[in-house]
T-cell receptor
């Protein structure tokens, strides 16, 4: 299957700081990448759809100024959590889509803890 | 009505048995269907994709799709304790956004 990486896998930061998470498709080109958030024992929640070369589309209730998404190339999307607060602590997961098969391949996730 | 519905479980089966996981969906024009496995604390991993009515087999896994009944299932033969995880059913939406609509997941416990 296709491989997606994320970096970092785990990050701890102080309240008020910004954190950038990278998502890379290693062996395929992903015109579209998706960003999800998952709280413990809860379902995946789609945050935004990231299309290469254009602005991300955010789901209802997700603050676009707080969660900045950039998809500058066909293999890299970044999510920046700005002015992080403890309630932003969560498991952030990206996926890359292979358009021809509608299939999403997930990265290993980034666990964010905001103190 | 939820767009994709799964029984949250837990579904408990003995080692070596067949585990049957079920999923129903509401959008009749959906064309692509997926099963993902998610271990606790990890991200989802693709198990199977299915696009046509009928069965699709891959090793111990068989996906079944019935578009008329809007039903998709996953059978796991010879279940192993390592199969214990949450299984997510996902349906590709009818819009061209590429979004997957996920069920809430079924927790499978395989007991030795």
């Amino acid at each position: 299957g296709a491989v997606v990486s994320q970096h970092p896998s785990r990050v701890i930061c102080k309240s008020g700081t910004s954190v950038k998470i990278e998502c890379r498709s290693l062996d395929f080109q992903a015109t579209t990448m998706f960003w999800y958030r998952q709280f413990p024992k809860k379902s995946l929640m789609l945050m935004a759809t990231s299309n290469e070369g254009s602005k991300a589309t955010y789901e209802q209730g997700v603050e676009k100024d707080k969660f900045l998404i950039n998809h500058a190339s066909l293999t890299l999307s970044t999510l920046t959590v700005t002015s992080a607060h403890p309630e932003d602590s969560s498991f952030y997961i990206c996926s890359g889509e292979i358009r021809s098969t509608d299939t999403q391949y997930f990265g290993p996730g980034t666990r964010l803890t905001v103190l | 009505q939820k767009e994709v519905e799964q029984n949250s479980g837990p579904l408990s089966v003995p080692e070596g048995a067949i585990a049957s996981l079920n999923c129903t969906y509401s959008d009749r024009v959906s064309q692509s269907f997926f099963w993902y496995r998610q271990y606790s604390g990890k991200s989802p991993e693709l198990i199977m994709s299915i696009y046509s009515n009928g069965d699709k087999e891959d090793g111990r896994f068989t996906a079944q799709l019935n578009k008329a009944s809007q039903y998709v299932s996953l059978l796991i033969r010879d279940s192993q304790p390592s199969d214990s995880a949450t299984y997510l059913c996902a349906v590709h939406g009818s819009s061209n956004t590429g979004k997957l609509i996920f069920g809430q997941g079924t927790t499978l416990q395989v007991k030795p």
